[in-house]
């Protein structure tokens, strides 16, 4: 699932970076595009990458999962965080709004202070589909790299993976105390 989301916004960053080249340069939000098509190209590369050598070797299962536990983390303040919470977030609604740039002052009723209140939760809710699609990719992941047998015991991060049966707590339950 991720795969396509990765190749559907290398395509539609390639054709809408070039629309916001009017933006001034101080809001950074071309360069904000071309961070994310990097980053888009990088997943997919990885995904790529782990789909054709992990069929023979445990490690590059691995390398995906690792990806995978950060990509959402990585969306959510990069991507989302640049139109909500970012130094630049206000002063790009207020850009946009004020130029009525891609329409966006006229799809919100037309009225700047609405345009700048509703720009943030309509680029949220512009990406907020994104998130349980990455959710769901990092526990398709998971699990496609505890399917190796060369991936027992192991953990995403960690090399040996703590087992369920060590400490003294369980003990206790397992012997009614």
């Not at 130094?87 to 966006?104: E, I, T, Y």
């Not at 345009?115 to 939760?121: D, I, L, S, Y």
């Amino acid at each position: 699932m991720c795969f396509v989301i990765d190749i559907t916004s290398i395509i539609g960053l390639l054709i809408e970076i070039p629309g916001w080249y009017p933006v001034p340069a101080r809001l950074h939000a071309v360069d904000e595009f071309r961070a994310y098509l990097v980053f888009s190209v990088f997943s997919a590369g990885i995904i790529l990458f782990a789909l054709i050598k992990g069929k023979e070797a445990a490690w590059p299962r691995r390398v995906l999962v690792r990806f995978m536990s950060l990509k959402l983390p990585i969306f959510l303040i990069f991507c989302m965080g640049y139109f909500t919470i970012s130094p630049w977030a206000g002063s790009l609604a207020r850009w946009v709004c004020r130029n009525d740039f891609q329409q966006m002052r006229s799809a919100s009723g037309g009225d700047y202070e609405t345009c700048v209140r509703m720009f943030p939760w309509l680029c949220t809710l512009n990406n907020a589909i994104y998130i349980p699609a990455y959710a769901y990719t990092f526990k398709a992941s998971y699990e496609w790299f505890r399917c190796h047998p060369s991936n027992d015991n192991k953990g995403i991060w960690y090399p040996q993976a703590a087992s369920a049966r060590e400490g003294d707590d369980y003990t206790l339950l397992e012997h009614g105390r």
